[in-house]
Nanobody, 123 residues
Framework: QLQLVESGGGLVQPGGSLRLSCTFT????????INWFRQAPGKEREGISC????????AYADSVKGRFTMSRDNAKNTVYLQMNGLKPEDTAVYYC????????????????WGKGTLVTVST
């Protein structure tokens, strides 16, 4: 059964940190280009990070560059999103998604999605 499961979301104060995990079942994470998206209430889904399967240097959206770090552990079949310096505007449901490709794409091209994990940044 193909499955992506996110975890690690929660409530954090501004300036705090969280680490999200996305564990893959039924597919090898190293064979896929992996993306993190987020969707805030009333807003479109936003791509925030992407790691091509043949590379180890993720790309980031300007909104999170310098604060978020994406990584991959092939042995655990898991990808991570370390989020530091969180701001209220980072509040959203965070999704991981995978595409069998060698480039970063938008949400319409993703083949597999997790169900998301909610991150709330608030005092």
């Amino acid at each position: 059964q193909l499955q992506l499961v996110e975890s690690g979301g929660g409530l954090v104060q501004p300036g705090g940190s969280l680490r999200l995990s996305c564990t893959f079942t039924g597919l090898m994470v190293e064979h896929y280009t992996i993306n993190w998206f987020r969707q805030a209430p009333g807003k479109e889904r936003e791509g925030i990070s992407c790691m091509i399967n043949t590379e180890d240097r993720p790309a980031y959206a300007d909104s999170v560059k310098g604060r978020f770090t994406m990584s991959r552990d092939n042995a655990k079949n898991t990808v991570y999103l370390q989020m530091n310096g969180l701001k209220p505007e980072d509040t959203a449901v965070y999704y991981c998604a995978a595409e069998y490709s060698y480039h970063c794409s938008g949400p319409e091209q993703m083949e597999f999605w997790g169900k998301g994990t909610l991150v709330t940044v608030s005092t």
